[in-house]
């Protein structure tokens, strides 16, 4: 809930360019509340690489956006909060999911909050009431609407089936790499000239998913060798 409010109230005082940069850069706090709230540990190459695809991304959106960040001060604090509950939020709803919840009842309220929330943020800035007049006076995009949530529902659905399974990070993870893959089809489908600094984001990112994948690939090869020993220990006990 104070994710998507903050998010949306910061854009009043900063433009979306910057909000997209700060954003950019969830996964490396999403790591740290995962310790904190989790008790889960990361290894430096883990981080590396995390730091690797945020500044990528960072890089990339300076480069893709014909407008300068604009930075004010109230603004900067209203995006940083975002960032840091946004990273908060699946950290906890792992927790609920390894309390016992269900992911329809995490599901469920988690979207609860935030439509209460964002009504609350929404009129206050007077947002609600611009948007339902332009949707009076443009029906025609109802059914664009109708259809954006159908698609978030099954978004949301696949990304609390992730965070159940396989955690909070390797969910950000997937969602930043998500971000990558669009870029990419973004200049298949939109071909547009690629400079210096979408080349630059684009490999940093992709080099930073790929030393992840290496680095996991070679934690779940050392965990399985380790149960191998501790199997043959017990054998050799008995």
Known sequence: MSSSSLSNLSLNYINYPTKVVFRSCKLIPTMFLATVLNGRTFSFVEYFAAGAICLGLVVYSFSESQESAKFSPFGMILVSLSVIADSALPNAQERLFRMGCSRSE?????????????????????????????????????????????????????????????????????????????????????????????????????????????????????????????????????
């Open 106 to 238: 995490v599901t469920y309220y988690t979207n609860v909050l935030v439509l209460a929330g964002m009504t609350i943020t929404t009129v206050a800035s007077g947002d609600l009431k611009v948007t339902l007049t332009f949707s009076v006076m443009n029906p025609g995009i109802v059914p664009y609407l109708a259809f954006y949530t159908v698609i978030s529902y099954l978004a949301i659905t696949v990304h609390m089936s992730t965070i159940k399974k396989f955690s909070a990070v390797p969910t950000v993870l997937l969602g930043t790499a998500r971000k990558a893959l669009t870029i990419v089809v973004s200049f298949v489908v939109f071909p547009k000239p690629m400079g210096f600094g979408h080349l630059t984001g684009t490999v940093m990112v992709l080099g930073g998913l790929t030393a992840s994948g290496l680095g996991k690939a070679k934690n779940k090869k050392a965990g399985n060798v380790g149960m191998v020993k501790r199997g043959r220990g017990a054998s050799g006990g008995v």
